[in-house]
């Protein structure tokens, strides 16, 4: 899987323009949020909701392979399974946090900083599609902490866990 299919599966979980009150990212669309545009723009602030709604594919295109394939490391991941689940668990949950819990699986210091350290140890996996599993598993005990504490997300569970199955088609 390239990272075109990869923005192409995101963008397909990410549909079009949603503004969901009890979304704690504020009005997306296709999965950007306002902050994240609004930084995208060279704003102070984030994009208002007349910059969400004109927000084109190309440009969501080019943020996700800018800030969440490139800049945190993931285009050096040659697996396109863990790639994957890398680069949406990024979108859901930051990719700091994404990189976290590769670390955690490869068992190496977890600062959230695809440095050289993880690349060593990804080098050295011979399993990059359990890794991937790993990963997964790990951002479904995230999940779960979430709605441990903050109820007012259950609202949002059934899309995240079915998120997270879907994936495990692509692994």
Same mark, same amino acid.
């Given at each position: 899987m390239n990272d075109d299919q990869i923005i192409d599966v995101i963008l397909q979980f990410e549909g079009g323009f949603v503004n969901n009150q009890a979304d704690?990212?504020?009005?997306?669309?296709?999965?950007?949020?306002? *902050? =994240?545009?609004?930084?995208?723009?060279? &704003? #102070?602030?984030?994009?208002?909701i007349e910059q969400i709604h004109n927000?084109?594919?190309?440009? *969501?295109? !080019?943020?996700? $392979?800018?800030?969440?394939?490139? !800049?945190?490391?993931? =285009?050096?991941?040659?697996? /396109? #399974?863990?790639?994957?689940?890398?680069?949406? #668990?990024g979108v859901l949950h930051g990719t700091a946090r994404a990189t976290k819990w590769l670390q955690q699986a490869l068992n190496v210091a977890a600062d959230g900083v695809f440095g050289n350290d993880t690349q060593s140890a990804l080098a050295g996996c011979p399993d990059q599609v359990k890794l991937a599993r790993r990963v997964l598993a790990l951002r479904l005990r995230s999940? $779960? /902490?979430?709605?441990?504490?903050?109820? #007012? &997300?259950?609202?949002?569970?059934?899309?995240?866990?079915?998120? *997270? *199955?879907?994936?495990?088609?692509?692994?």
């Open positions: 704690r990212g504020g009005p997306t669309n296709f999965g950007i949020t306002a *902050a =994240a545009l609004g930084r995208w723009l060279g &704003q #102070s602030t984030a994009a208002t927000l084109t594919v190309i440009d *969501a295109r !080019k943020i996700y $392979a800018d800030w969440y394939i490139a !800049k945190p490391g993931f =285009a050096a991941i040659t697996d /396109g #399974s863990l790639k994957l689940v890398l680069v949406d #668990s999940i $779960a /902490g979430i709605l441990a504490a903050d109820t #007012s &997300q259950t609202i949002f569970l059934r899309g995240w866990v079915n998120r *997270a *199955a879907t994936l495990l088609d692509y692994i």
